[in-house]
């Protein structure tokens, strides 16, 4: 697995926003995703899958 800390990225000026996805284990189906939307100046955090609440 590579540092994440060392790596820069580059964005076009067309680009709204991009996903990044975490995981506890690489095995699991479930995951949180940080959506960084810098056009709207903000952040979504959601857990997938999104299953409704009991």
């Given at each position: 697995?590579?540092d994440l800390?060392?790596e820069t990225?580059?964005?076009?000026e067309?680009?709204r926003?991009?996903?990044v ?8 189906d479930?995951f949180?995703s940080?959506?960084f939307?810098?056009?709207?100046d903000?952040?979504i ?10």
């Open positions: 697995m590579n800390r060392d990225a580059i964005f076009d067309r680009i926003g991009f996903p996805g975490v995981r506890a284990q690489e095995a699991d479930e949180c940080f959506t939307e810098w056009r709207k903000r952040v955090f959601e857990k997938h899958p999104n299953r409704p609440w009991p």
